[in-house]
């Protein structure tokens, strides 16, 4: 008896833990820019530093899923992709990597606003940074997945590691377990 291969998930679960990182930011943003008085601004900034903080820190962990789950895709026999909802439109480079590209922007002028806002000295990472420039290649090189109906389709950066690949998937579901993307950070050297 032959067991028949019945496909590979887009997303292995990630999509209830995300959220629009530009339309987050963008809000909380306005939300703070409504209040004229610095001292206001100030104390509405302080409200939502560590909530923006925490928001990347979420999107960089959910990048890094991606990694880890489209390196662990490879390794296994070819197989359909399943609900991947990019498949078949039109390619957008722009669009595609509008998200990240904010994301980048914001490493560099959140770091400003805290030396603005609250007077403190800070910086991302250096390697989350990095993560955000692989993640973008690995978006622009399969065109935002629009050709991508099979696993086989998938390309990845020559900076993604895949030596323990077929281990990823356990990652992911520990972590899809404690509902929380951002510990994903944990395997940041794993990945790249």
């Given at each position: 008896?032959?067991?028949?291969?019945?496909?590979?998930?887009?997303?292995?679960?990630?999509?209830?833990?995300?959220?629009?990182?530009?339309?987050?930011?963008?809000?909380?943003?306005?939300?703070?820019?409504?209040?004229?008085?610095?001292?206001?601004?100030?104390?509405?900034?302080?409200?939502y530093?560590?909530?923006?903080?925490?928001?990347?820190?979420?999107?960089?962990?959910?990048?890094?899923?991606?990694?880890?789950?489209?390196?662990?895709?490879?390794?296994?026999?070819?197989?359909?992709?399943?609900?991947?909802?990019?498949f078949?439109?039109?390619?957008?480079?722009e669009?595609?990597?509008?998200?990240?590209?904010?994301m980048?922007?914001?490493?560099?002028?959140?770091?400003?606003?805290?030396?603005?806002?609250?007077?403190?000295?800070?910086?991302?990472?250096?390697?989350?940074?990095?993560?955000?420039?692989?993640?973008?290649?690995?978006?622009?090189?399969?065109?935002?997945?629009?050709?991508?109906?099979?696993?086989?389709?998938?390309?990845?950066?020559?900076?993604?590691?895949?030596?323990?690949?077929?281990?990823?998937?356990?990652?992911?579901?520990?972590?899809?377990?404690?509902?929380?993307?951002?510990?994903?950070?944990?395997?940041?050297?794993?990945?790249?």
């Amino acid at each position: 008896m032959t067991t028949s291969l019945k496909g590979l998930e887009f997303d292995p679960g990630f999509a209830p833990y995300i959220l629009a990182f530009q339309g987050t930011i963008e809000y909380l943003y306005m939300d703070l820019n409504r209040f004229k008085n610095f001292s206001q601004k100030k104390l509405k900034f302080m409200q939502y530093n560590k909530k923006m903080i925490e928001i990347f820190d979420n999107n960089i962990g959910f990048y890094i899923g991606c990694l880890l789950w489209a390196a662990y895709i490879k390794t296994q026999p070819k197989q359909e992709i399943l609900s991947n909802h990019c498949f078949g439109k039109t390619y957008n480079e722009e669009e595609n990597t509008s998200e990240t590209d904010f994301m980048i922007q914001f490493t560099e002028l959140f770091p400003k606003d805290m030396k603005y806002f609250i007077g403190k000295n800070f910086s991302f990472e250096e390697e989350k940074i990095r993560l955000l420039k692989v993640y973008k290649e690995f978006l622009i090189i399969n065109k935002g997945f629009v050709e991508s109906k099979y696993n086989t389709d998938i390309i990845l950066p020559e900076s993604v590691k895949t030596e323990n690949a077929t281990e990823y998937k356990d990652i992911i579901d520990k972590t899809l377990k404690t509902e929380d993307l951002s510990k994903l950070i944990e395997q940041l050297s794993t990945v790249i």
